[in-house]
């Protein structure tokens, strides 16, 4: 496939998803209505702060009342759409719809160079339609931008590996959008205990190489998120990431309901009954304080449920079958992740062969996934935030499959054309 070919061919892959999910979101919500409350409390938060940075007033609430209680960076993206378009919802799904579709391109840029343009091509395909990939752009959720910016800064750092001493602007870029990454949902920093443990499989010379190119990253992921700590600590009295939505999550995945109720063990939900009128009215660093202490009590009383609930969370996280009451929902998600599965495991064997650089990162986000979910809760939006990382190695397993098909049906078409031939006598018999 030519070069010009290719870069038709992929365009026109992002413009499909673009339409795929423009299309679902003008049939399911309406790209122009309001943010609807039933649709989730996170992108309340997100489009509320967002308007109000576009607006000139800061990172705060509806009350004027600073705020920490979510880290920064999706309501940050949005804010420059609003400062052109003002308060639009039209405007920010099509910004979001863009990041998903472009996400496409990203997903085939991290494959082409070692496993050719026709996987790079499959991998956007795969992304474009997969209904765990489009179905966020649904709603002001964190997850589109997320999942952009993991892949980017992906394709990014393996580049910058490839160049060896030459990359390290590519290394920096590379930290730049993990930087994002981390503001957008922080789950990425589960990744990095597993980056530091998969140096001890490379030689001494690339070791020490790989460990220059992640200080260049870490060094820019440090200059972006620290002035956000150095702000929670001056202007909340906590340096934090977010005050609220973590220990709240921690909490919600560790209490009465969810270490003893089958239903929801392994899962996320605090009953109203378990929320105190003296936790309602505190303040956001008193709030996170006393839903922290509430979840280790509850530990601490059920010790002897915590196998049983790492065991529940890891199910959550793989099993194609997401706890909904929408039917559309719950059998698109399961149909693709039970399509989908198996060939992101055979790709990921093949791009051990092939691409050992993007093989260790997709495993570290997939790891990093792994380590959030036995700390917090099991979920399939934990594993949908990484797809286009998924997709990518789908579409290498994909082919994979794909090419054995057509030896083994080669060879079985050879050997019954060679019985014919032996079969037949010859034309002077």
Same mark, same amino acid.
């Given at each position: ?16 998803? &673009? ?8 049939r399911?919500?309406?790209? @122009?209505?309001?943010?609807a409350?039933?649709? @989730?409390?996170?992108?309340l938060?997100?489009?509320?702060l967002a308007w109000?940075?576009a ?7 509806e009350?004027g009342?600073p ?5 920064p960076?999706t309501?940050l ?13 039209l ?13 496409c ?7 082409? %160079?070692?496993?050719g343009r ?7 395909a ?6 765990? /990939?489009f179905y966020?752009?649904?709603?002001i ?12 800064g ?13 990359? #390290? ?12 990454a ?7 920093v589960?990744c990095l ?23 260049v990253?870490?060094?820019v992921?440090a200059?972006? #998120? ?6 929670n600590?001056v ?11 973590g220990?709240m ?12 109720? +089958?239903?929801?063990?392994g ?7 378990? #929320? ?5 009215q505190?303040?956001?660093i008193?709030?996170?304080e ?8 509850s530990?601490?009383?059920h010790a002897d ?6 065991a529940?969370?890891?199910?959550? *996280?793989?099993?194609?079958?997401e706890p ?8 698109s998600?399961? *149909? ?5 599965g198996p060939?992101?495991?055979i790709?990921? %064997? ?5 691409d +050992?650089? &993007? ?5 570290c986000? /997939?790891?990093?996934?792994?380590l959030?979910? *036995?700390l917090?809760?099991g ?10 990382l ?7 397993? *994909?082919?994979?499959?794909?090419e054995?098909?057509?030896q ?10 060679? %019985? ?10």
């Open positions: 496939m030519s070069l010009h070919t290719y870069r038709i061919a992929l365009s026109l892959i992002v413009l499909a998803a &673009l339409g795929v999910r423009l299309t679902v979101i003008e399911f919500v309406g790209l @122009g209505a309001p943010i409350h039933e649709d @989730g409390l996170d992108q938060d997100y489009e509320l109000r940075l607006d000139g007033r800061g990172y705060t609430l009350d009342q705020t920490a209680r979510r880290t960076g309501p993206l949005l804010a420059p759409v609003y400062a052109l378009c003002g308060r639009s919802p405007a920010a799904r099509l910004w979001f719809a863009v990041l998903s579709a472009a996400t391109a990203v997903a085939a840029w991290l494959v082409e %160079r070692s496993c026709g996987t790079a091509l499959v991998a956007a795969l992304l474009a339609v997969n209904p765990g /990939a966020y752009t649904l709603h959720w964190s997850e589109a931008p997320y999942g952009f910016f993991v892949a980017l992906t394709l990014l750092s393996i580049e910058a590996w490839r160049r060896e001493g030459r990359g #390290v602007g590519l290394a920096a870029l590379a930290g730049a959008c993990c930087g994002v981390l503001l957008i949902r922080p789950q990425v589960f205990p597993l980056v530091v443990l998969s140096l001890w499989w490379l030689p001494l010379a690339a070791r020490w190489r790989a460990v220059r190119q992640l200080a990253q870490g060094a992921v200059a972006m #998120v620290l002035p956000w700590v150095v702000r600590a202007v909340m009295g906590k340096p934090c990431l977010a005050t609220v939505v220990p999550t921690f909490w919600g995945a560790h209490n009465e309901v969810s270490l003893t109720d +089958p239903q929801w063990r899962r996320w939900d605090i009953p109203d009954h378990l #929320v105190s009128d003296e936790l309602r505190a303040d956001e008193t709030k996170g006393m839903a922290t202490d509430q979840a280790w009590a530990l601490r009383t449920q915590i196998p049983i609930l790492l529940a969370k890891l199910y959550w *996280l793989v099993t194609p079958f909904t009451t929408n039917r559309g929902v719950y059998w998600f399961a *149909l693709a992740w039970i399509v989908t060939l992101f495991v790709g990921l %064997r093949e791009l051990v062969r092939r +050992p650089a &993007l093989a260790v990162q997709i495993l986000h /997939a790891g990093g996934v792994v959030g979910t *036995l917090f809760y979920a399939a939006r934990f594993r949908h935030a990484i797809e286009p998924l997709m990518a190695s789908t579409a290498v397993g *994909l082919v994979w499959c794909l054995r098909i057509r083994i049906t080669a060879a079985a078409l050879a050997r019954v054309g060679t %019985r014919h031939r032996t079969s037949v006598p010859s034309a002077g018999r």
